[in-house]
């Protein structure tokens, strides 16, 4: 199918709660939402990216400028039949997994369109519904956090991740283990160690977490390499695999056994695939990542975290934790076993409220051929 035209807006929604993790603090979520017509359909896409380069270089501006000025150029007018054919046209730009993965997106959401097959059997995922778990953010105290952490379990999730940095860590960890002895417990620390300051996690090795999620920089596996030797609990890295061969490299060195999928941060969701291709028959865990998605985002994740090697809960919570207003029809709600289902109309299965789109969109711009 010929691409026609590609609107990309800039949606800027309040978040219920301020989130804040080691790279800061935010009451809102940015993102870019691709909205891509070819042959009579219209497909959607979320761009992760967000306002700061906290977690990533890449944000919403940086994620504009490429596609607008490099990526659409190449790709408008032209025949598009296999969304798996979108990384090798855009291996010309270096990087920008995320700026990539948003348009990917749109295109298996067009696909499964026009072939009236879900996201989740284009995929090969095979779970109706999938295990999630809740990610909460640095709280004021550690008091503060179990009683938010209670309450989400309250809500149902049976898997909680608690955001840590130095001086917010072990006693706050503690104090969740204390409070909950056996619920599903691990840490992010979104990069905010050294491998010596690392050190100071150490009593966090006897809390019978599931893991720890990114303790030092995106670019040092290395040195996760030797913090895991000296830790029981596995390492889990999700900054620090921006490829497949990262995948490898690092399960291959010892520096994670286990690993954070995010589509966005791999460049695509075909590359997802392929990193879960790789681990699932080398017995290595994998899970769903989670961006603060709007639903676009979030049914993605769904039909991603669907596939059978995703063995541990996703980071895709209800949106109802996120956001009072969203961006499409479809809310996604906790069920009674903290799962959530997996979409199962065509392509992401999720239809546009236009009228909610339009008022969280601070800027748009639409290019034709
Ligand atoms: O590190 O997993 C992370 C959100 C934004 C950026 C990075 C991360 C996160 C989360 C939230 O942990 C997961 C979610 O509920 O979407
Ligand atoms: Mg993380």
Not at 192 to 216: C, G
Not at 357 to 365: C, D, E, F, K, P
């Amino acid at each position: 199918m010929k691409i026609e035209r590609v609107t990309i807006y800039h949606v800027s929604m309040p978040l219920r709660s301020p989130f804040e993790t080691s790279f800061g603090r935010s009451q809102r979520r940015d993102c870019l939402l691709l909205e891509v017509n070819a042959a009579g359909l219209i497909g959607y896409g979320e761009c992760v990216a967000d306002r700061d380069p906290g977690y990533s270089y890449e944000t919403v501006a940086t994620a504009w400028h490429i596609l607008k000025d490099f990526i659409l150029p190449v790709i408008l007018g032209k025949e598009m039949q296999e969304p798996r054919d979108l990384a090798s046209r855009v291996d010309f730009v270096r990087g920008h997994p995320m700026a990539k993965a948003g348009l990917e997106m749109a295109l298996w959401d067009l696909h499964g369109k026009a072939e009236d097959r879900s996201l989740r059997e284009l995929l090969g995922g095979v779970h109706p519904r999938v295990e999630v778990g809740v990610s909460v953010g640095i709280q004021e105290s550690p008091e503060k956090l179990v009683q938010v952490v209670g309450e989400y379990l309250d809500q149902g999730y049976r898997r909680v991740k608690i955001k840590i940095k130095p001086g917010h860590d072990v006693v706050e960890t503690q104090a969740v283990r204390r409070a909950f002895p056996t619920l599903r417990l691990q840490v992010d620390a979104n990069a905010a160690y050294t491998l010596e300051s690392a050190v100071a996690l150490h009593p966090l090795d006897s809390l019978n977490l599931l893991l720890i999620e990114q303790p030092l920089d995106e670019d040092d596996l290395w040195d996760h390499s030797r913090m895991q030797a000296q830790f029981t609990t596995p390492i889990c890295l999700d900054e620090s695999i921006l490829s497949v061969r990262h995948a490898r490299q690092a399960l291959e060195m010892g520096a994670c056994r286990i690993i954070n999928i995010k589509a966005g941060r791999v460049g695509g969701l075909s590359q997802a695939v392929a990193i879960h291709d790789l681990c699932q028959p080398v017995g290595v865990p994998v899970w769903c990542g989670g961006m603060l998605e709007t639903g676009v985002g979030r049914a993605s994740n769904l039909a991603l975290a669907s596939l059978p090697g995703f063995t541990l809960p996703g980071d895709i919570s209800a949106t109802e934790r996120y956001y009072t207003e969203d961006i499409t029809r479809e809310r996604f709600s906790l069920n009674e076993d903290s799962t959530i289902d997996v979409p199962t109309a065509p392509g992401l299965g999720v239809t546009m409220d236009t009228e909610a789109l339009g008022r969280v969109t601070i800027a748009r711009v639409t290019v034709e051929e």
